[in-house]
């Protein structure tokens, strides 16, 4: 009896025994398995919220020492994601990671572009105004110096110098952004956009300021000439182009929620300039001509002032065809002086540039001028005295031989 009670009592304790170590079996792999997801969570959740490339770099080694504490479990792990896998799932959370990393590194790219932008805004405007404060002293200076002719004009060699050097600022200002924008995909567009709410200045409000100023340059300067004119009439020109290939691009980068308007305002803007410049230049031409001893039909555009190039020429050709004498040639050597050493050499391209003249046109008044060269040049009187003593000389010898004839 007594042998019976021991073996009876030797069984309960190997039976509780395995019962416990099963359920403590049974408890670890429980917790394993909650482990595991709350890891998992925790580093995913790091993950999405991590707000720079270096955070999430360091979340790649915690990403692959979560993978290596739970290979050895990942039959048990599988069993209780079913039908997920623990493969699976260390897949996802590589592929959130390289997601939000791509994500977080476009960012960064965008914010440093944005930062760089507004950089470069930065110095564009000191340096504007930096220009505007050099002109508005030289202004002055001009002002003051009207009795010295010769400090007079050296102020204002220095005052074209600085209108000079502000358009190729400004040209390069408008390269850079050619080269920025005018490729510029939607995405990138969209990207930018979100960002402008950093930038105190960008960059469709500078073009906005830069040619405001210019056209106060142009209404209120008083020491500028034709050259001076042309020569802005040959920038507005290429700011036009610019703004052709990219002013789409900018508006809706920069003005998303009223484009349209924005455009034309800048365009508003532009056409006032162009109507400025040509206020001062079309006066200025017609001066230049005059002052050189040509009378041109007056003009208000570019049509008009080829027009008259054109009336002047076929006029003056046609006096030439009718008299053909040495003022008529002296008329047209005054012409040519002036069209081809001032107008062609010192004026050609940016006539050209700035639309009031093509090469076309250009090459048009050339041939014409060779007709009229042709016409105007007083043809020799040599021959037709040669002639009339050749005759004299003829008349004489008959009535000589006449005489000699009548002789007895």
Same mark, same amino acid.
């Given at each position: 009896m007594r042998l019976l009670h021991?073996?009876?009592?030797?069984?309960?304790?190997?039976?509780?025994?395995?019962?416990?170590?099963?359920a403590f079996a049974q408890q670890s792999d429980f917790q394993i398995k909650q482990d595991f997801r709350a890891e998992l969570s925790e580093l995913t959740e790091r993950i999405i919220t991590?707000?720079?490339?270096?955070?999430?770099?360091?979340?790649?080694?915690?990403?692959?020492?979560?993978?290596?504490? %739970?290979?050895?479990?990942?039959?048990?792990?599988?069993?209780?994601?079913?039908?997920?896998?623990?493969?699976?799932?260390?897949?996802?959370?590589?592929?959130t990671y390289a997601s939000t990393l791509e994500d977080v590194e476009l960012i960064e790219q965008l914010n440093e572009r944005i930062d760089e932008l507004a950089a470069e805004m930065e110095v564009f405007r000191e340096r504007l105004s930096?220009?505007?404060?050099?002109?508005?002293?030289?202004?002055?200076?001009?002002?003051?110096?009207?009795?010295?002719?010769?400090?007079?004009?050296?102020?204002?060699?220095? %005052?074209?110098?600085?209108?000079?050097?502000?358009?190729?600022?400004? @040209?390069?200002?408008?390269?850079?952004?050619? @080269?920025?924008?005018?490729?510029?995909?939607?995405?990138t567009e969209q990207e930018i956009t979100?960002?402008?709410?950093?930038?105190?200045?960008?960059?469709?409000?500078?073009?906005?300021?830069?040619?405001?100023? %210019?056209i106060e340059m142009t209404d209120h300067s008083t020491a500028l000439e034709t050259p001076d004119y042309v020569a802005m009439r040959a920038q507005h020109g290429y700011f036009d182009e610019v703004w052709d290939k990219i002013g789409e691009q900018l508006v809706n980068t920069f003005a998303p929620d009223n484009p349209v308007t924005a455009r034309e305002e800048v365009e508003d803007l532009i056409g006032a300039w162009?109507?400025?410049?040509?206020?001062?230049?079309?006066?200025?031409?017609?001066?230049?001509?005059?002052?050189?001893?040509?009378?041109?039909?007056?003009?208000? @555009?570019?049509?008009?002032?080829?027009?008259?190039?054109?009336?002047?020429?076929?006029?003056?050709?046609?006096?030439?065809?009718?008299?053909?004498?040495?003022?008529?040639?002296?008329?047209?050597?005054?012409?040519?002086?002036?069209?081809?050493?001032?107008v062609k050499a010192s004026w050609g391209d940016l006539l050209i540039e700035g639309n009031v003249l093509s090469q076309s046109q250009i090459a048009s008044i050339d041939l014409k001028m060779n007709d009229w060269s042709e016409a105007s040049a007083p043809t020799s009187n040599l021959m037709f005295i040669l002639l009339l003593i050749s005759i004299a000389v003829i008349i004489g010898l008959i009535i000589l031989i006449v005489m000699m004839r009548s002789k007895p």
């Open positions: 021991k073996t009876t009592l030797s069984l309960l304790t190997v039976f509780f025994l395995f019962a416990s170590t099963t991590a707000v720079s490339s270096d955070e999430l770099r360091e979340l790649e080694a915690e990403i692959d020492q979560l993978e290596a504490r %739970y290979a050895e479990h990942s039959e048990m792990i599988s069993g209780a994601l079913y039908p997920e896998t623990f493969d699976g799932k260390m897949g996802i959370l590589s592929d930096e220009m505007n404060l050099e002109m508005s002293s030289l202004e002055d200076q001009l002002e003051r110096a009207e009795a010295s002719e010769a400090r007079q004009a050296a102020l204002i060699r220095q %005052y074209r110098q600085n209108i000079e050097q502000r358009d190729n600022f400004v @040209s390069e200002f408008l390269e850079e952004l050619l @080269s920025k924008y005018r490729t510029m995909d939607r995405d979100e960002a402008t709410e950093r930038l105190d200045d960008n960059p469709l409000e500078i073009i906005q300021t830069i040619i405001i100023e %210019y162009l109507a400025s410049i040509d206020n001062k230049l079309w006066d200025a031409l017609s001066t230049s001509f005059n002052q050189n001893g040509i009378e041109l039909d007056p003009f208000t @555009s570019p049509d008009d002032f080829y027009a008259a190039l054109n009336a002047f020429v076929d006029a003056a050709y046609e006096i030439s065809l009718e008299r053909n004498d040495e003022e008529d040639h002296q008329i047209f050597r005054n012409f040519s002086d002036f069209w081809n050493n001032t």
